[in-house]
C-alpha cells in the first residue's frame, strides 16, 4: 500500500519538473515564519504533531519536528498569499523519516515531491502556477504513516510578492555568553559556550586575532605553544553580519612532560561491566573476581552528597562481605597493572545527581576529579535515568577533562528513549563531547518497542532491536568506535529485554561484518564498533559468566 501510493506520488512530482523557473529579482519569499524561528507561528499542524526544536536545525536556531501516529501523517500547513496566473517556486529542507512538500487550492495543477528519508539536511524542490483567481494556496509538508518522524526548516514560496512581502532580513545576532575553557594538551585549547539566537556560526579569536569558526557552539584551537597563556573570545554571524566579541578569557596550555599520565589504553573493541558496590542478590564480588575478559570495570555508583552536583563514594563494606576500602584500592591498582580501566559511575536507577548550573558543574567536575586522585579511577561514567541537562553536563565534562587530561576515560549509558533523537539531552551531551567520549553503552533493556534508524517500530529481545537502535547513533554522529551494545547479563539483572549472548554477538557481526542480521540490515558496516556492555558483572557471576564468556571472546575477534 505504501509503495504503491509513493509511486504515484513520485510520478506527479515529476510532471512538474518543466514548471521550474529561475526567480526574478523582484521575487520575494511569501511564507511567513518559514525557519520556525517563532515556534509554530503561522503554521497548523494535524493532531498536535508538530513541534519548533533547536536541534537538528538548517539554520538558525529551530526547525520543525512533526511525528506521525497513527492515522495522522503529521501535516503541518500554512495558507500563503499569492498573485494569479503567477509562477512559484517551492523549496523546503528536510531531514529524518518520509517527508513530503507541497501546495494545495493553487487553481491550476497542485503539485507535491518527497523524500523516503535522510540523516542529513536534503531539499525538496518544485513548483506551481497560480489561476487567474487564486489569492492564496496551502503550502504543507507531511510524514508517512507508521514512519518516524521528520524535520523541516527554511522553507520557501519565492515569486511576486502576494500582498504579505517578505519578512524581515536576519539581524546581526548578540554576543555569545557563557565561554568556557576545556580540555588542554601542549598545543591545544577546547572552548565551549551559549549558544546565541539568530547565529548561524560563530568565530573563535586568540589573543585578537582570528583563530578558527564553528557552526556549533564548542571548537578547539590548535597550533599553541606549551606551557602559555592565551586570551580567548568568541562572535555569532549570520547573514546580517557579526557580532561584538564577547568577553575574553585565558586559558594555559599543559606542559611539556607534565600532568597526570594516561591510563591503560582502552582496546579497539572493549568489554564494559558494571560491579556493584551493594548486595541485591547477585553474586557479591570484589573487583578482583571480575573476569579478564572486562575491559572497562564501572564501580556502581557514586553518591550525591547535598551540595548540588557534588558526588563521594563510600564502600558498602558491611554489604560486600567485609570488603576493606584499603582491598578496593589495592584491587583497583591490580586491575589497571592487568590492562582495564577502572571508572566511577555516577547515577543508575535510584541515583539523583543534578548538574543544571554552573557551580554544579564546577561541583561535579570537582568532586569526580578528586575520587579520580583519592582511589586512582581513570575515568567517570554517566549512567543518569532522571533527567540530564546537555548544557551543564557538556560544561562539566570539559572541566573534568581539563582537569584530568587525555587519558581520561568517559562512558555513557542512555535509556533508549534517550537516544532516539539528536535533539534529546543525553544525545546533545555525546556529541558535544565526541572529541573526549570514549563509548556510549545503551541499555537495550526495561524499554518496550523503539523506532529504528530506518523509521519502523521493533521489539526489544531480539538481534533487529539491537541492531536498529543502534543505527541511530550510527547515523546520528557519533564514530563506530563510540557505540557499544548494553545488555543484562542474566534474566535476572533487568525486568525486561534480556537476550542471549549468541544475539548479541549476532549484533555485534551483522553491525560489524553485515553477517548474522535478522530482518533490519544496515546500508553499510561498522568495522570500528567499539564492542558490548552488562549489567552487571554480579549477575554475570551469577549466571557463571555465561555472558562474558560468550560476548568477551567474541568482542576481541571482531575487525
Not at 589504553?265 to 542478590?281: M, R
Not at 553518591?303 to 563510600?314: H, I, K
Not at 533493556?445 to 531480539?462: A, E, F, H, I
Not at 525486561?496 to 553491525?511: E, H, K
Request: aromatic share 8%; glycine share 12%; hydrophobic share 35%.
Amino acid at each position: 500500500m505504501l509503495g504503491g501510493t509513493l509511486a504515484v506520488v513520485a510520478a506527479a512530482a515529476l510532471t512538474v519538473t518543466g514548471l521550474v523557473s529561475t526567480a526574478q529579482a523582484a521575487d520575494v519569499n511569501n511564507a511567513k515564519n518559514a525557519g520556525f524561528e517563532s515556534g509554530l507561528a503561522n503554521w497548523t499542524c494535524s493532531g498536535g504533531s508538530g513541534a519548533a526544536v533547536s536541534s537538528p536545525v538548517r539554520s538558525g536556531t529551530s526547525a520543525l519536528k512533526a511525528t506521525p501516529a497513527g492515522h495522522d501523517n503529521a501535516r503541518c500547513s500554512q495558507s500563503v498569499k499569492v498573485k494569479p496566473n503567477s509562477t512559484y517556486a517551492l523549496s523546503s529542507w528536510v531531514q529524518g523519516g518520509y517527508a513530503y512538500l507541497g501546495v494545495s487550492g493553487t487553481g491550476t495543477t497542485d503539485v507535491s515531491t518527497w523524500t523516503p528519508g535522510s540523516s542529513s539536511w536534503t531539499k525538496l524542490s518544485t513548483s506551481f502556477r497560480t489561476g487567474a483567481n487564486t489569492t492564496s494556496v496551502t503550502v504543507y509538508t507531511h510524514g508517512w504513516y507508521g514512519q518516524a518522524a521528520y524535520f523541516a526548516d527554511d522553507v520557501e514560496v519565492t515569486g511576486p510578492d502576494g500582498g504579505g512581502g517578505e519578512e524581515p532580513g536576519p539581524v546581526i545576532p548578540a554576543a555569545p555568553a557563557g565561554l568556557t575553557a576545556g580540555a588542554t594538551t601542549t598545543s591545544s585549547v577546547a572552548l565551549s559556550w551559549n549558544a546565541v539566537s539568530g547565529a548561524t556560526g560563530y568565530k573563535v579569536y586568540r589573543n585578537g586575532a582570528q583563530a578558527t569558526t564553528s557552526t556549533g557552539t564548542s571548537a578547539t584551537v590548535t597550533g599553541l605553544t606549551a606551557d602559555t597563556a592565551y586570551q580567548f573570545s568568541v562572535s555569532a554571524t549570520n547573514a546580517a553580519g557579526e557580532s561584538v566579541k564577547s568577553a575574553a578569557i585565558s586559558a594555559r596550555t599543559a606542559k611539556e612532560g607534565t600532568g597526570p599520565g594516561p591510563g591503560p589504553a582502552v582496546p579497539k573493541h572493549a568489554v564494559t561491566g558494571y560491579w556493584q558496590n551493594f548486595n541485591n542478590g547477585a553474586a557479591v564480588q570484589k573487583l578482583t573476581d571480575v573476569p579478564a575478559d572486562y575491559d572497562i570495570i564501572a564501580v556502581s555508583f557514586a553518591d550525591a552528597t547535598p551540595t548540588p552536583g557534588q558526588v563521594t563514594f563510600n564502600l558498602d563494606t558491611a554489604g560486600l562481605n567485609g570488603y576493606t576500602d584499603a582491598q578496593f584500592r589495592a584491587d583497583i591498582k591490580t586491575k589497571q597493572a592487568q590492562g582495564k580501566n577502572v571508572i566511577i559511575s555516577i547515577g543508575g536507577e535510584l541515583g539523583t545527581v543534578r548538574v543544571d548550573n554552573d557551580a554544579s558543574a564546577t561541583a561535579f567536575a570537582n568532586s569526580v576529579y578528586a575520587l579520580m586522585q583519592d582511589y586512582g579511577f581513570n575515568g567517570v561514567d554517566i549512567d543518569l535515568e532522571n533527567g540530564l541537562n546537555a548544557t551543564y553536563m557538556t560544561k562539566a565534562l570539559r572541566q573534568l577533562s581539563a582537569k584530568a587530561g587525555s587519558g581520561l576515560v568517559i562512558t555513557m549509558a542512555p535509556q533508549t528513549i534517550d537516544m532516539q533523537s539528536t535533539s534529546g539531552e543525553y544525545f546533545k551531551t555525546a556529541l558535544n563531547i565526541k572529541d573526549i567520549l570514549t563509548v556510549v553503552n545503551m541499555q537495550y533493556y526495561n524499554s518496550g518497542s523503539m523506532l529504528g534508524c530506518d523509521g519502523k517500530v521493533y521489539s526489544q529481545g531480539s538481534v533487529d532491536f539491537l541492531t536498529a537502535l543502534a543505527c541511530i547513533q550510527l547515523e546520528g554522529g557519533l564514530d563506530p568506535s563510540q557505540v557499544g551494545i548494553g545488555v543484562p547479563a542474566s534474566t535476572r539483572g533487568a525486568g525486561s529485554g534480556y537476550v542471549s549472548p549468541s544475539i548479541v554477538n549476532a549484533a555485534l557481526d551483522c553491525l560489524t561484518k553485515g553477517t548474522n542480521c535478522g530482518s533490519f540490515k544496515p546500508s553499510k558496516t561498522y568495522p570500528s564498533l567499539r564492542g558490548a556492555m552488562t549489567w552487571s558483572t554480579n549477575w554475570d557471576a551469577t549466571a557463571g559468566f555465561a555472558w562474558s564468556k560468550a560476548v568477551g571472546p567474541h568482542v576481541r575477534s571482531l575487525p
